[in-house]
């Protein structure tokens, strides 16, 4: 079950924001101004163009979707953004300390070369980070999962379990491996990103389900704002050699 982002890059843009614990993490990973940085699934470059930002290293994201990468460009000059597939990326061997993605390894299908290309491109002592939803995430999750009860089925589908994606990177060389959650809380006063299914999850359900839990939400927030805990699991691995 996959997803056309082309669709929506402009919705992304304007309504997905930046999880502050998960960019928080990557800030303490590690790395310095000297570092090289890469975001694999960037989208419009929310992460990535903070890091760059904010420490000042030398940045770098790909995604499969020129339309998103436009958008990317146009809010930055100073991370270089590339097309791109995970399964094959397109740096020398020993290159960056850091490889990260948020929420995209359920849309790759090679995630053991995926693993493997990234264990390629870090140097020694580099980090893999991957930010994904676990089972319980999915199970939890506020307000999605809540108001369209029909996306844990899908995602339960499209999402990789903690456990296998801990097997695949042991398995392509990868040590010190770690996984914490993380989580925000915060109050939705605005429904229009339900509305424009900026989720992805949301374009897989039907129009009916949909509907549904539009209505739900509108009803719900006619009260009061809607209160919702945004998490993510990090998986993390080193490059130890």
Known sequence: MSFDFSKIASQYTKYRTIHPKVLEELLNSGISTGSKVLEVGCGTGNYIISIESIV????FGIDISKEMLEKAKERTKKVKFLLGR???LEFTENFFELVF???VIHHITGR????REAYRVLKPRGKICTVTDSEWILRNRQPLTVYFPETLEVDLKRY??????KQIITQVGFKAIREKMVEYPYLLEDIQAYKNKVFSSLNLISEEAFQRGIKRMEEDLKKEPIQCVSRFALLWGEKIE
């Open 56 to 59: 000042g290293c030398q940045c």
């Open 101 to 103: 993605s948020v929420n």
């Open 160 to 165: 990789p379990k903690i456990e296998e994606l």
């Open 112 to 115: 053991r070369e995926y693993f």
């Open 86 to 88: 995970a399964e094959e």
